[in-house]
């Protein structure tokens, strides 16, 4: 089910049982809660309290990120209403109606992803989620939830005015010096985004790297994480002199300690205790390096002393090069002492193309059925809006958009670009990103899946976390549109020799027709592909009668959707294409009204039983 890690550990509170059942199905859909009801409820996988609810919250209320009540909304309020401090800070809560048939995003649900939460588990289960924001109700993506999936934060600046703003329609200026642009395809067409190349005086959006002039009041400021500091110092320093470096050199650069990455240095440092605790204090990630690989970086200012004693002739200035994956560097080496303090530290500062993500990204691989909305399972509805970026074939991703969440990033590609639709989504989930590749049907019939699997085994990625979701595959929905005539054994095979020489699927095209296969032909006809279809016919008129029914479904389920029933003698190929799918049937195939129907051999087995008694 969808990777919610960003919300976990996720609380949950049953007074009753018929609430307690709700949430347990929430657990069976693969999402983790730790679920808390009254000791009179006691049951196999919960925890139970015991004394009154509103104290048993006070106790467990912080070790939470997230918390879902099966209370009315008004009792929630008032349990609540003591623990909170600063929407910054307070975590998503959710509100689940008894009957599982709504689900209310009460709290955080921008700062603490609520409405996102509340649209996932939501979808998960077949409730309603009921959402009550301003940007929810005009559609827009809020402003102060632009750079969460990309790992940014929010600097300073009034937010509260800038939201104002936004709800109500007025342009907003953005200036961005750094970070990825990638957000910018979740911005719906009706928003006012105005994008500036030059830093603009007032009330504005700063993405930057920089840290925001304190006399701009009136505008606010994200910080993508791209800043990699190259640290070297002596044996020994403590953390409060490197603290204290990092402070000057940031602050004499103008630069902003929310746009840090982490820290790197030789791996001969990696023990050094002044280190690990400053990037303990921070939760800043560590890179280290040996003395060969830093010393094959080009640095501005080498040293021999260095070379002699690290084997290098840059630790800092080398390491921020390499940390940043071989982006520039912003601010070349600083030395610094203190009197009356033992050490000293070297720092450098290299500012990378690509913002640093904290998190592990994941691979979902999603089957969408044939294109309505209402043919998706439960499953692949709360993978879909779990994502942070979907990434498909364009057309795909318009039948979609009614479904997609605020703030869903998008990648379209082309009809023909599936591997590097491919190989993109690896790299977004490697770089951090919770990834949803749609194919339409089953993902893994002629969709997506097994190209994606494909490259991660090529590559030997091993760590990347993948799931597949199913989807009503054309065959599926075609049948469903044409009655029965699957009822008995089938095959499909697709026409196209793109990437199968027609050779081979001509050799196949024989087996089925002469094993009487019902067979259903994807792929069947392009602007570039004339003839292949009209080869198939020939082979199966070689084996088949020729008023063997035939239909010809294009677009299931889609406003455009066509069908077409004829006979294989009279079946005119040129009347399909690559939205169609050809459906052949067998010996035993027949037309009722507007049905097909390919008999199991239940009335030969009743008349068999008959004469037997």
């Not at 921008?110 to 409405?115: E, R």
């Not at 005086?201 to 990699?228: D, Q």
């Not at 940031?250 to 791996?267: F, K, Y």
């Not at 029933?565 to 050809?582: H, I, N, W, Y």
Request: with cysteine; charged share 15%; net charge neutral.
């Amino acid at each position: 089910m969808p990777l919610l890690e960003n919300f976990q550990p996720i609380g949950a509170i049953a007074p009753t049982s018929q609430g307690l059942l709700q949430l347990q199905r929430i657990v069976a859909a693969g999402i983790p809660l730790s679920i808390w009801v009254p000791s009179h409820l006691e049951h196999p996988g919960v925890q139970t309290y015991a004394r009154p609810l509103a104290v048993h919250l006070q106790e467990c209320w912080c070790h939470y990120r997230a918390w879902i009540f099966t209370l009315a909304c008004g009792a929630v309020v008032r349990l609540i209403s003591p623990l909170l401090t600063h929407k910054r800070q307070d975590p998503a809560v959710c509100v689940l109606s008894e009957d599982g048939r709504w689900m209310v995003s009460l709290l955080g649900g921008h700062g603490a992803g609520g409405d996102r939460l509340c649209q996932v588990l939501s979808a998960a289960i077949g409730a309603t989620p009921i959402l009550t924001g301003a940007s929810h109700a005009q559609g827009y993506f809020a402003v102060d939830c632009w750079g969460t999936a990309l790992g940014w934060q929010r600097g300073a600046g009034d937010w509260n005015a800038i939201a104002r703003q936004q709800a109500q329609g007025k342009p907003l200026r953005v200036y961005q010096t750094c970070g990825s642009s990638l957000w910018r395809t979740a911005l719906n067409p009706p928003q006012a985004v105005e994008f500036v190349s030059a830093p603009p005086a007032e009330n504005a959006i700063w993405i930057t790297e920089r840290a925001l002039p304190s006399s701009l009041t009136s505008s606010v400021a994200w910080h993508p994480r791209v800043l990699w500091l190259g640290i070297g110092c002596e044996r020994g320093t403590s953390a409060a002199l490197i603290q204290q470096a990092i402070d000057q050199t940031l602050a004499q650069a103008g630069l902003s300690p929310l746009a840090i990455a982490g820290i790197a240095s030789i791996d001969r440092k990696a023990d050094e205790v002044g280190l690990y605790q400053v990037a303990q204090a921070h939760d800043w990630p560590s890179r280290w390096f040996p003395a060969q690989e830093l010393a094959r970086v080009a640095v501005p200012t080498p040293s021999a002393i260095v070379a002699a004693e690290m084997g290098t002739p840059s630790v800092a200035e080398a390491a921020a090069v390499l940390a940043s994956d071989g982006g520039h560097l912003i601010v070349p080496k600083q030395i610094y002492r203190q009197g009356g303090e033992p050490g000293a530290v070297t720092i450098a500062i290299a500012q990378a193309q690509r913002e640093f993500i904290p998190r592990q990204g994941s691979l979902s691989l999603i089957g969408i059925g044939p294109g309505a909305l209402d043919q998706l399972t439960l499953a692949a509805r709360s993978a879909l809006l779990a994502a942070d970026i979907l990434v498909g074939y364009e057309l795909y991703l318009e039948l979609l958009a009614p479904l997609r969440r605020s703030g869903q990033m998008v990648a379209a590609y082309g009809i023909t670009q599936e591997r590097k639709r491919a190989q993109a989504a690896i790299d977004l989930a490697r770089w951090g990103l919770n990834v949803a590749v749609v194919s339409s049907g089953d993902c893994g019939i002629y969709g997506m899946a097994g190209l994606v699997l494909e490259l991660l085994a090529e590559a030997g990625i091993n760590d990347l976390p993948v799931e597949v979701f199913p989807g009503v595959s054309a065959v599926n929905a075609a049948a469903a549109r044409l009655g029965a005539p699957l009822m008995h054994d089938f095959c499909t095979i697709s026409l196209s020799d793109r990437l199968t020489p027609w050779a081979v699927i001509e050799q196949r095209l024989r087996a089925a027709a002469a094993a009487d296969f019902v067979t259903a032909l994807y792929n069947p006809r392009s602007r570039d592909r004339q003839h292949q279809l009209v080869k198939a016919k020939a082979i199966f008129l070689e084996y088949r009668l020729p008023q063997t029914p035939v239909a010809i479904v294009r677009a299931a389920y889609r406003p455009e959707e066509q069908i077409t029933l004829t006979t294989l003698g009279a079946f005119q190929p040129e009347t399909a294409d690559m939205f169609s799918l050809v459906l052949i049937g067998n010996a035993s195939t027949r037309r009722f009204r507007d049905w097909l129907i390919t008999p199991r051999g239940y009335s030969a087995t009743l008349q068999q039983t008959c004469l037997t008694e």
